[in-house]
């Protein structure tokens, strides 16, 4: 690969760098590489679901050596490393905070007959949390594909109400908020383009950043679901033969080898 072709690294955590029960959840190689391209100049974000807490446990059971540049966390806000500790990006977590507020607000009076129908027909795990008046939990694939469909449903007669799913869970969140746009804000903040952009993701909630809009090289692990693999392979990117840690690092490689 030509010098500084490659400056932007996003990978989401669960499933694509980090797997849990695993002797090393994170690949020591994988971490090197990370390593040896920030020290190059290159920016590594995690872009994942999860929130703070959450993650830096992670992180630290995993024994990371190294730490990524920003964060996206909740699939939209942006924190930056500043000498180990992670501050807000600003003005976009302000901006973020400020048009789900309003959004959900505007469903307040909507959303208990939504949830009432919902209990009424699924055997599944549902709440609200800081970041979505609905989340479900569901105890199969099965039933979530019959919850998001709902769902999906009433977030089309809505034009800033989305859908994001990871697995067998679901919330609500605002159309203008993702792992996309966090990473498209991301770029214009450093002044990255897509075509210095590597992207690799494993579930549903990866896709709006696995696209040509936001990076040039698109990454999926072979246990990526199949919507995921779809997209990438789409898009001319590269569905990889290893798992999660491995796959990433291999087709970090196959870009610099460019």
């Known amino acids: 690969m030509r010098d500084g072709i490659l ?55 995993s024994r990371v050596g190294v730490r990524p540049d920003y964060l996206v966390l909740v699939e939209r806000e942006i924190f930056k490393n500043d000498r180990g500790h992670y501050v807000p990006v600003e003005p976009w977590n302000t901006h973020c905070n400020r048009d789900h507020s309003r959004l959900f607000a505007e469903l307040a009076d909507e959303l208990p007959d939504l949830l009432e129908g919902l209990q009424s027909r699924y055997d599944a795990t549902f709440y609200d949390d800081p970041w979505s008046p609905l989340c479900a939990i569901a105890r199969s694939n099965a039933q979530m594909d019959a919850i998001e469909k709902e769902l999906l449903a009433f ?57 040509p809009k ?27 033969t290893e798992r999660t840690g491995m796959a990433v690092l291999a087709g970090i490689d196959r870009a610099l080898a460019l």
């Open 7 to 61: 400056k932007l690294v996003s990978t989401d955590f669960d499933g694509t760098i980090h797997e849990d029960f695993a002797d090393a959840p994170i690949p020591e190689a994988l971490e090197r590489r990370l390593g040896e391209l920030q020290a190059a100049g290159v920016t590594w974000v995690i872009n994942t679901g999860r929130e703070m807490q959450s993650l830096m446990e992670s992180l630290a059971r």
């Open 155 to 211: 977030a089309g007669a809505r034009s800033e109400v989305t859908v994001v799913r990871n697995d067998v869970y679901v919330r609500f969140s605002h159309t203008g908020y993702s792992k996309g746009t966090a990473l498209g804000e991301l770029q214009r903040l450093l002044g990255i383009r897509p075509e210095e952009t590597l992207a690799a993701g494993d579930h549903l909630n990866d896709l709006p950043m696995l696209v």
């Open 214 to 240: 936001y990076a040039r090289f698109l990454v999926a692990p072979a246990n990526a679901v199949p919507a995921v693999k779809a997209q990438v392979d789409g898009h001319g990117g590269w569905n990889m």
